[in-house]
């Protein structure tokens, strides 16, 4: 079975950095799509960033410039750098894969993805 781990998340203060990982296992990450989102209680889930199989790569307005994601390739890992964090950053992020090739339009849509890792709290105060 195919399963995606993240880990990573924490407590920081405004202004702070953090880095996620997302560990697949039974899934090549280089082989199709990969994609971070997050959401916040009451709040609806948003794209944060993904990355293509062709190393194409979106980020959700509220993210760009600030965040970078990333794949290790030997590793079968996803990561993402955060920095600068704000309050409204503050969410339970989720890591989340394809299987199946997507084109780079599409990285930011949800329904692109099919496997879901159970997401780790990021919080920010």
């Known amino acids: 079975d195919v399963q995606l781990v993240e880990s990573g998340g924490g407590s920081v203060q405004a202004g702070g950095s953090l880095r996620l990982s997302c560990a697949a296992s039974g899934y090549t990450a280089n082989r199709f799509c990969m994609a971070w989102f997050r959401q916040a209680p009451g709040k609806e889930r948003e794209a944060v960033a993904g990355i293509g199989n062709d190393g194409s790569i979106r980020y959700g307005d509220a993210v760009n410039g600030r965040f970078t994601i990333s794949k290790d390739i030997d590793a079968d890992t996803l990561s993402l750098q955060m920095t600068n964090l704000k309050t409204e950053d503050d969410a339970m992020y989720y890591c989340?894969?394809?299987?199946?090739?997507?084109?780079?339009?599409?990285?930011?849509?949800?329904?692109?993805?099919?496997?879901w890792g159970r997401g780790t709290q990021v919080t920010v105060s």
């Open positions: 989340a894969a394809s299987s199946t090739r997507c084109w780079p339009s599409a990285l930011l849509d949800g329904t692109t993805y099919n496997i």
